[in-house]
């Protein structure tokens, strides 16, 4: 059974950053993408950003391209989601989600096998 447990969401003003974490157990790390989505209240949940397992390929939603930097530690079994230049559109629930390694990027929520409990993120004009 694989578990993910998410840290670093909370209150920020517009402008500011923070940084997600998000710890994973339970499977061979390296050998999995690990993607982050996000879910607005009355909005579908939307994938942010993404990164193979071996953190050399990333794919990122056009609406953080340049503020976003997904990365991973396989060693620690942890992937990171950076956020900087946050704006008050950037207030979700952010998820952190894994699935088998793949050639193309997956972007679809129902692509994803296992999910993290979410995180708070809330940005303030």
């Known amino acids: 059974q694989v578990q993910l447990v998410e840290s670093g969401g909370g209150l920020v003003q517009a402008g500011g950053s923070l940084r997600l974490s998000c710890a994973a157990s339970?499977?061979?790390?390296?050998?999995?993408?690990m993607a982050w989505f996000r879910q607005a209240p009355g909005k579908e949940r939307e994938l942010v950003a993404t990164?193979?397992?071996?953190?050399?390929?990333?794919y990122y939603a056009d609406s953080v391209k340049g503020r976003f930097t997904i990365s991973r530690d396989n060693a620690l079994n942890t992937v990171y989601l950076q956020m900087n230049s946050l704006k008050p559109e950037d207030t979700a629930v952010y998820y952190c989600?894994?699935?088998?390694?793949?050639?193309?990027?997956?972007?679809?929520?129902?692509?994803?096998?296992?999910w993290g409990q979410g995180t708070q993120v809330t940005v303030s004009s």
């Open positions: 989600a894994t699935r088998p390694n793949s050639v193309l990027f997956r972007t679809r929520a129902r692509d994803y096998d296992f």
């Open positions: 339970g499977r061979t790390f390296s050998s999995y993408a």
């Open positions: 990164i193979m397992g071996n953190g050399g390929r990333t």
